[in-house]
């Protein structure tokens, strides 16, 4: 289980400007729906985005911390 506090923190470590909203499906902690607004997006495609956000997130996905993960990314309007 991870806290949505340091998931929002790597998130925008790596993207200092992103606004970060998280939703615990399950009530578990490892089933995670991400929603990440930033500038750090603009030009980008779906898939780049989405490996910048699993890049900041690679440690609690890789020990399994996070378990499932639901990504939507954006730039702001």
Do not use: C, W
């Amino acid at each position: 289980m991870v806290q949505p506090e340091a998931v929002a923190a790597a998130i925008r470590q790596a993207l200092p400007d992103a606004e970060v909203e998280i939703e615990d499906l399950t009530g578990g902690g490892d089933h995670l729906k991400v929603s990440v607004v930033s500038t750090g997006f603009s030009g980008l495609s779906r898939i780049k985005q989405h490996q910048l956000v699993y890049r900041a997130l690679r440690e609690q996905l890789a020990s399994e911390a996070i378990h499932a993960l639901a990504l939507n990314t954006s730039t702001p309007s």
